[in-house]
């Protein structure tokens, strides 16, 4: 009976870090491999929630990230980081990898910098449209780097190499690209309203309330979904309850690919995750970039987006100046041409399957060949 071997996955801080990864362990899986998922206290919890497959070992790292006026909260961060370089130690000699994939956040420094002097490969991804800096420190000990943009906006004259595979998404994401996207002027909209992970305070209330403002006629159009944190459930509730707008208001969208199916249009954030599955869902988008996002990745890869015309970006500057915000929502709402014409963009832009090419260039580098 052949041997099983070990594989490393790492990545954590935030849910755009894991999902690629938990599916690319999924993969990894269903050809014989043992997966040893590393991860943080952060996304520790959304991680064992999410999969439950036999060869799969979930580790909890310890680290976390820098502050920028706390001493002794850096002094603990500190404190942590050489933790987590001597439980990456035990784990490398534990499990002994023969390969280590990272996904981007601080902790995947330690154990795969430990990997690569243990002779195991290394292959990164990036979701982003400039490289986070976990992957930017590691980018010179890595075997290779894959992106989900086809360009890195800031690789200046060529010094990244990287091949481009896409973004690992959910099998339930991909099977809605095989739907005919339809939508016309007699259609009710339906309108997907996300904020990242946790949903956004800004985003949350300021476009309920900008909503709530349309000319009745309009607002007999659409019908929404959207997640909104607890603190401010009553508050959008009531914004919407006394409009005639069809709604249903949710804490965590927990069936996103039954959502993504539902809607004509998604209002959200601009991270690579929520990106990548508008793009192979063939969903338009309206992206609202965090602007607080490190390098302002979120905005630079809503330029991607828009670019090639499958979204439109709403600066989060203008989420203040109501009149308009409404004048642009309108506009994008009640264009269902415009609406089809930037699914068609998604779709004949988006990747299939780039979870099960992660699997076979890690095959490749495993023989040598890269």
């Not at 002097?117 to 992957?135: D, Q, W, Y």
């Not at 959207?226 to 401010?232: G, I």
């Not at 500057?317 to 998604?346: P, V």
């Amino acid at each position: 009976m052949q041997e099983i071997k070990n594989i490393f996955v790492v990545g954590g801080g935030t849910a755009g870090h894991v999902i690629p990864a938990i599916q690319l362990s999924r993969d990894l899986i269903k050809n014989n491999y043992k997966v040893i998922f590393i991860t943080d206290y952060r996304m520790f919890g959304f991680v064992s929630k999410n999969i439950k497959e036999k060869n799969f070992k979930l580790l909890c790292l310890k680290g976390r990230g820098l502050y920028k006026n706390s001493i002794l909260k850096n002094l603990l961060s500190l404190y942590l980081l050489f933790l987590a370089i001597f439980q990456s130690l035990y784990f490398i000699i534990m499990y002994r990898p023969v390969l280590s994939y990272g996904f981007g956040g601080g902790i995947t420094v330690a154990p795969l910098m430990l990997s690569k002097i243990f002779k195991a490969p290394i292959i990164l991804h990036e979701g982003n449209a400039v490289l986070g800096k976990a992957n930017k420190f590691l980018y010179k000990h890595a075997d290779m780097l894959t992106t989900f943009f086809p360009h890195l906006d800031d690789n200046i004259n060529n010094h990244y190499k990287y091949r481009f595979v896409g973004m690992p998404v959910r099998k339930e994401i991909e099977k809605i690209s095989k739907k005919k996207y339809e939508v016309n002027d007699n259609d009710l909209i339906n309108i997907l309203i996300t904020g990242g992970s946790l949903g956004a305070e800004v985003m949350a209330t300021k476009i309920a309330k900008a909503i709530s403002c349309f000319p009745e006629k309009l607002k007999n159009k659409i019908s929404i979904i959207q997640q909104v944190r607890k603190e401010n459930y009553l508050y959008v509730k009531e914004l919407y309850d006394k409009s005639s707008i069809k709604f249903k208001l949710e804490t965590y969208i927990e069936n996103m690919p039954k959502s993504l199916c539902w809607c004509h249009l998604i209002i959200c954030r601009s991270g690579a995750g929520t990106l990548a599955e508008n793009l192979i869902s063939g969903k338009p988008s309206i992206m609202i970039p965090l602007p607080i996002s490190s390098d302002n990745h979120q905005m630079k890869n809503a330029l991607m987006i828009e670019k090639i015309g499958a979204g439109q970006i709403i600066n989060d500057t203008e989420l203040n100046d109501r009149d308009i915000l409404i004048s642009k929502l309108k506009s994008i709402i009640l264009n269902t041409e415009g609406l089809y014409m930037m699914s068609k963009s998604a779709k004949q832009n988006s990747t299939i399957d780039s979870s099960n090419e992660l699997v076979i260039l890690g095959k490749k580098v495993l023989n040598g060949k890269k």
